[in-house]
């Protein structure tokens, strides 16, 4: 049966063979000019993980006992998510503070129980979704007495549809895939597609306010959300399921980013919709960086809602889209379940055109007929493709690069147009700077990942060649300078990745510190032993 | 220098004459087969209030008492909001619990200043934007020791412009007309216009969770919120000013719809727009009703986004636009500061078409050309016209029939499609037979004020014919039967009128209860002496 890697992005067959890796070794070698020697990975069964610290025959019943783990691949396996650190260190088979229990809920009940002998315990008890994060969302902390991760997994079903209404009442442990093809035999889909799609869950979309596959409009998993359910240690919260309500505050809007600090999610009424049958693109080209981001600014204000409107700058587009490295692109793309988009393709085309990007009417791709079968060209043709194909492979393209030393990740922030280009001016020439001084050099990139009419969400890539050993400290000291950079510009700490351990400092001095204070006076309500996830998003009671 | 009625809608000169009183009262006389007799209105000379229980020579420093009034008719106008008993109370003069002070701050620090005598002094303090609440949403409670209200008019201000991101920085306390006039020398505009937009400020929007123009897609003012400034008597609360962020819970939606119970808002930066050149609307007549909402669910499911989607019942479509009777209305209306909109309308019109709407082609207003002289005809012509006039005029037209007994008032929510159809009959039934039993007879209609993917936000009007000196316990029966209908039927207790002191049993049955305690939580970190507003919203601490 596949399993997940312990240290890569996706499946342990995703993981490189040692011909590849001896392949990417010699790339490296001869792109950096330095001799990169291939490791051989480490193999589950050579895990030496501490013991657990808890005993699963201590006051638990039977039947939570058949769901709770104390398996090594099991606790390693749940002890980091997916950032660069974290796959670092899990390639090495650094694994000094494993959570001690894996449990795998079946029913809302058993989170219940858990979390009551969590509470009675002291344990720590933390939430697992797909184990996708990037920003220790889920890490025990070195000091717990005790630690139970919750993995959401068995919490895997749509529950309900409702058609006329277009919602879904739908498990919190469904992965991105299953989610989708539940609701494929109703013609529906929830169209949510981050990143980490692949491996990621609805709760952790919820709890971490993930950014989707709409580059305008709605994007975020908040605007999809119609009602929330989660379980606290102080009992059930859940909202009135409604299109829309102006009852006071939302409650919903308190458990969206939450990050597991409030309460374990366990399903939700959600937004979906028809799928696409229109479909309408076209990647237009800029001499200028200015222009294009001048362009997409234009088009957002303009209200056309484009599903995509990404930005490539030259780096990023010579890199993710085969493009020559001077021109920048913007892949601008429509669709739509009823209407035909080729209208609204040309009006945005008529905009980027006016702001001097170059596409010739050939080049506009539009699925004007309808249906299934018409799709297969919009949005996949040359480097529009090229970059769609990119964005996918990502997180398993670093697979062979994480074993070799080199330093590769992302950041991403959102800022409003006035403040961008002094943004952008400043972290590309703080990462460039700490990357001649960590790593001798390297590249820093750019592409926008959404856009709103007041300002763009900009998403970074920044790769050098480091040291093997001592990776985690050239990649900290990027990351210190390109956060510093990012808050000193005005932009926030994350727009879609969200805080979890590692965006701490950083988040700290960007919320209203009152609204922590309130944050932590409802975590002391919900969560009165102060077991849910501690060290994520705010400091523990 | 004109004034405000201390009952009526809008400004003295607002209120009706003897002489119109006197001719509606024979209208009414004729329409109910009863003898309506016509009182005179009581003059502010008339008003005998409760002496101030606040001495303002007590540790008040000279610059704080200069910006507070003692004053009967100052007390009296910021009692009452503008709901139904609101305004019977007014009109009669009973003021039994009126302010003592009524303060209109010039700058931040007055505030901070007024709250801290509050919480030394224990006075309640009550923040006031436009006074057109219609939830009891600033009235002093009666058992309070010493109030004060703080009256934000003075904090009327547009203190920056950002052109590049369409957005500017607002005083709380400027009203409608004053925004948009202080806009529109930039070209742009906030097109946020709820029915009270005369009489309604920015702090109150905000508070509140106002819904706005917009029928569809971005209407609450939540969604136009950058950021906002907070004053609790904790400290000051301010987010960062960005166009999306994922970083935690949003700090503004604790703020959205706290209704004055966690803070007073003082300014906020928020998203404004280009104003529209362009516009298309039409008209479109339904024989069935339920034609006519299936029409608006398959356009909103279409993700049109029309600016209008206002669908009026064959009731209000008589009563408000001079319709049959018979028929129902769906007004659809598009408007763009930068795209002609005449292709979207043609796809919305043919949608309701599909759906069994009828409109010919020659009654669509287009005004493709763009340019503000373009724009005279569209959503201006016929039964869309008259409609429009009335929905601006509604609130005054009470003014006449208020003095006379007629038992007058709208309520709304918000379902999703799957329970709408339930949800109306049981309403209609329930207010239907209320107003029999309590009014002996009268009728109730219902428009779209606004339309979701998932579900309308319907608004409901009733009117019956009441006895002069009993037209509160008439209402309050009716009130409290389309509230527990509503209820009953799944809906929320409000789509956008907020919930004051009026919707506080609906509303405590329908926010989970961990939610509430956690709000709590959140006052006594910002209110802990627990000043701010009480019995709005939440229990006092």
């Known amino acids: 049966m596949p399993r997940r890697s312990f240290w890569a992005w996706g499946m342990e067959t995703d993981e490189p063979t040692s011909a590849h890796l001896q392949e990417t070794a010699n790339q490296l070698s001869s ?99 797909g184990g996708s994060s990037v920003v220790s969302g889920f890490e025990p902390e070195a000091d717990a007495e005790g630690v139970v991760t919750i993995d959401m997994e068995r919490l895997d079903q749509i529950l309900e549809v409702d058609e006329v209404s277009r919602a879904a009442r739908i498990q919190a442990g469904v992965y991105g895939p299953a989610l989708d093809s539940q609701l494929r035999p109703y013609g529906l889909t929830m169209r949510h597609f981050p990143q980490s799609f692949e491996y990621s869950t609805l709760g952790g979309w919820l709890a971490t306010r993930s950014g989707g596959h709409y580059a305008t409009n709605h994007t975020r998993i908040d605007d999809f959300a119609e009602s929330i359910r989660m379980i606290s240690p102080s009992g059930v919260w859940e909202s009135l399921r409604l299109p829309g309500s102006g009852a006071g505050p939302s409650p919903d809007r308190m458990v969206l980013g939450s990050e597991g600090t ?12 028809a799928r696409p049958e229109y479909r309408a693109s076209a990647g237009v080209y800029f001499e200028r960086y200015e222009d294009a981001w001048q362009a997409a600014r234009n088009i957002a204000q303009a209200k056309l809602w484009p599903a995509n409107l990404r930005l490539l700058d030259p780096v990023e587009g010579e890199l ?76 398993y393209a670093m697979n062979a690069t994480i ?77 210190r300078v390109a956060s510093d950079a990012v808050a000193a510009a005005g932009g926030t700490i994350t727009h879609h990745h969200a805080v979890g351990k590692l965006h701490r400092p950083w988040y700290d001095r960007q919320r209203p510190d009152l609204f922590a204070e309130s944050l932590r006076a409802a975590k002391r309500v919900l969560d009165p032993a102060g077991i849910l996830n501690p060290g994520v998003l705010i400091d523990p009671l």
């Open 403 to 479: 074993p070799l030393g080199l330093v590769h990740d992302t950041f991403e922030t959102a800022i409003t147009w006035d403040r961008w280009p002094g943004l952008d001016e400043s972290v590309r020439a703080a990462v460039q700077e700490a990357l001649e001084r960590v790593c001798g050099g390297g590249t820093v990139s750019c592409r926008f990942t959404h856009v709103y009419p007041d300002g763009p969400a900009p998403y970074y890539t920044f790769i050098g060649m480091g040291r093997r050993g001592a990776e985690i400290e050239a990649w900290s000291e990027i990351k």
């Open 320 to 395: 993710a889209a085969g493009m020559d490295g001077r021109q920048s692109l913007l892949v601008i793309g429509f669709e739509s379940s009823d209407l035909p988009q080729g209208a609204n393709l040309r009006s945005a085309v008529a905009i980027a055109r006016e702001s001097g990007g170059r596409v010739s009417d050939d080049e506009l791709m539009i699925s004007d007929e309808g249906g299934r079968g018409a799709n297969t060209g919009a949005g996949r043709q040359g480097p529009v493709g090229a970059w769609r194909e990119s964005f996918i492979r990502a997180p």
């Open 262 to 273: 409030l309460g374990i999610i366990t399903e939700a009424w959600m937004r979906v919709q």
């Open 31 to 129: 792109r950096y000019g330095i001799d990169v020697a291939a490791p051989e990975p480490l193999k589950p069964a050579g895990l030496a993980l501490r013991a657990p610290r808890i005993s699963l025959s201590d006051d638990l019943a039977d039947d939570l006992r058949d769901i709770c783990s104390v398996d090594d691949w099991d606790r390693a396996y749940h002890t980091y998510g997916r950032s660069y650190p974290d796959r670092i260190r899990a390639f090495r088979g650094e694994f000094p503070s494993p959570p001690d229990v894996v449990a795998r809920p079946r029913k809302e009940e058993d989170i219940e129980r858990l979390l009551e002998w969590c509470t009675i315990r002291g344990y720590h008890a933390i939430p697992f979704g």
